[in-house]
């Protein structure tokens, strides 16, 4: 990776193009069934209504996100970060397009991004439709990723997706696939046994477009061991896990109608990135980390400033419970600081107090959404990493990706 500023973002999104999924998946085979953007003017489609015809993702019948067609509002021109392209002549080039996107990056003094998913995904798969829908969705997204970024540029290290619905011996031979390919990482939600189908009298498909009647392909819990193959394989290819925000995580009450829109924003984000603080025992406690310890676990836009408490809440715990008679050996805290890779964007003190190796800590900027540090980034990290020895801090801008993507830097 070229490297002239010396700050990778360990959190972007890249957006893929809208035609996608039209040009890699079969016409006769899924039809219209096929993620792409139609037009509409019904109201019930868009979270702002507007008196006009606009674009919205459609995947297997269903619009899967209201707000527009590209999650880019911090690149929209709008001082509140409430914008979104209504239509994809109106998303900006450098959200989908490497070549421009770099020019941007330059700019605000960003080398390179590793690339999360943008709509139509909502949080890290399809599970609209049957096993062979979400499979060739999937085999399509990875597929365009990776020709129309990481090929074109080795400065975006794009994110690969998983299938769920076909089996296990599909989930692995999709990962095998990509690691062949090229990827570096893939991405997964967080606890499979609650998004399709209902699950503790809530509903997946209100947030995540998830058919309920797909029970059918009803998964197993995270610490089942149906899941070992799983992480046997990614442990084998070195191919780091990536949970992201709330990783389709639902911890939250019901929202007061009464907020305007940036209230209800910054009413929810903030649980919403501290969310996998409330599943990490589950990482620990299954015995997962004990039983393939060499596998590596990212978490990004989750933040850092709940990390100690867990830690030492996990370890009080253990302690107390005498857990190492029950098959968790290792004391918590020393799995996790040697298998968890965290990712911070604004928190100043969290850079400084957080308990793990400095080595598997990295900055973020989420552009293009709407939280992002841009235009300001060099601002943000300044800010941030104001008391932090030079050394430390070029391990965390930089260097701890190229690490943990094997990446070679290059000026």
Request: aromatic letters at 12%; hydrophobic letters at 40%; charged letters at 25%.
């Amino acid at each position: 990776m070229k490297i002239k500023y010396g700050v990778i973002s360990s959190d972007s999104h890249g957006q893929i193009h809208k035609d996608a999924f039209t040009q890699r998946m079969s016409k006769v085979k899924f039809g219209d069934r096929i993620p792409q953007l139609v037009e509409t003017s019904d109201k019930a489609h868009m979270s702002d209504p507007v008196d006009r015809v606009v674009e919205r993702w459609r995947v297997n019948g269903m619009i899967v996100e209201k707000r527009g067609v590209s999650n880019c509002a911090a690149y929209m021109n709008d001082p509140m970060r409430a914008t979104f392209p209504q239509r994809w002549e109106e998303v900006p080039k450098a959200i989908y397009d490497p070549i421009e996107r770099l020019k941007v990056l330059a700019t605000d003094g960003i080398d390179g991004e590793v690339l999360y998913p943008n709509p139509p995904i909502q949080n890290a798969t399809f599970f609209q439709g049957d096993a062979e829908f979400e499979l060739a969705c999937v085999q399509a997204y990875n597929d365009a990723m990776y020709e129309d970024w990481y090929q074109v540029s080795k400065n975006f290290i794009p994110l690969a997706l998983t299938p769920y619905l076909g089996g296990l011996d599909v989930t692995i031979a999709e990962v095998r696939r990509v690691a062949k390919m090229g990827y570096k990482g893939i991405l997964i939600v967080a606890e499979p046994g609650e998004v399709v189908g209902k699950t503790r009298g809530w509903s997946a498909s209100s947030s995540w477009g998830i058919d309920n009647d797909n029970l059918n392909y009803k998964l197993p819990a995270f610490a089942d061991p149906h899941w070992w193959p799983f992480w046997e394989t990614c442990q084998e290819l070195d191919m780091p896990v990536h949970w992201h925000a709330n990783a389709a995580l639902s911890f939250g009450t019901s929202m007061w109608k009464g907020y305007a829109r940036p209230q209800a924003w910054v009413a929810t984000a903030p649980s919403s990135w501290s969310a996998l603080s409330q599943f990490m025992p589950n990482l620990v406690f299954s015995g997962v980390l004990d039983r393939f310890p060499k596998l590596k676990w990212v978490l990004a836009e989750s933040g850092i400033g709940w990390f100690n408490y867990t830690l030492e809440s996990l370890d009080h715990e253990w302690e107390r419970r005498s857990l190492w008679k029950h098959g968790i050996k290792n004391r918590p805290s020393e799995r996790l600081k040697e298998q968890v890779h965290l990712s911070s964007w604004f928190e100043a003190e969290g850079v400084k107090a957080v308990q793990i190796d400095k080595s598997h800590l990295m900055w973020q900027s989420d552009f293009p959404h709407n939280p992002s540090t841009f235009p300001i980034s060099q601002q943000v990290i300044d800010r941030s990493f104001r008391d932090i020895p030079k050394e430390i801090r070029d391990r965390v801008l930089y260097k701890n990706v190229l690490d943990l993507y094997k990446e070679e830097e290059t000026r």
